[in-house]
């Protein structure tokens, strides 16, 4: 338990650290910035309790809050994420599967973590830049922000899960 703590707060660490100094200064085409620590909360087991769900995610949110100057709109957004990750991961999963399953490419398969990761990448899209927006003024700025955003930090973090697993 305590080792998998570690594991995992290291994990945060690193994550925090690569967010706020590399990936929060790549904007492509003005509009796509990958959001890669929501990784993290993607990879919370099944039977992971629910208030450390939450717990890990609105710190993350208030650490990444902190250090890319967006105050409370990364903490209120995966505190979200936190509270429906296990509802999401259901979807996905047999009902007889392990209760510590990890959301992975070998244990959900290509396809269906693919899938998992998207629905909540994009999830959590929608939500921070509706916060951070907090207007429908711009609505093709908008859409273009959440689906580009979206879409490079699911290839990143699809490209991390593969290489992390090596």
């Known amino acids: 338990m305590t080792i998998d703590f570690f594991r995992q707060l290291g994990f945060f660490v690193v994550l925090c650290l690569a967010q706020a100094f590399v990936f929060n200064r790549i904007h492509l085409f003005g509009c796509a910035t990958p959001l890669i620590y929501i990784y993290i909360i993607i990879k919370l087991q099944r039977n992971y309790p629910k208030w450390g769900s939450l717990l890990w ?5 208030l650490t990444i809050d902190i250090l890319s100057n967006t105050p409370g709109v990364a903490a209120a957004s995966l505190t979200l994420i ?10 996905f999963i047999q009902r007889d599967a392990a209760d510590n399953l990890t959301p992975s490419l070998k244990t959900l ?15 959590y899209c929608l939500v921070f830049f ?9 609505f093709s700025q908008w859409i273009a922000q ?6 490079i930090s699911l290839v990143i973090i699809l490209t991390i899960e593969s290489v992390r697993k090596q």
Do not use: D
Request: glycine share 12%; net charge negative; no cysteine.
């Open 57 to 61: 995610s609105f710190a993350l949110g």
């Open 146 to 151: 959440i689906l580009g955003s979206a879409l």
């Open 82 to 91: 936190g509270v429906v990750q296990p509802y999401f991961l259901e979807l």
């Open 109 to 123: 398969g290509y396809g269906k973590f693919t899938f998992f990761a998207s629905m909540l990448t994009l999830f």
């Open 130 to 138: 509706t916060l951070e927006t907090f207007s429908f003024f711009n």
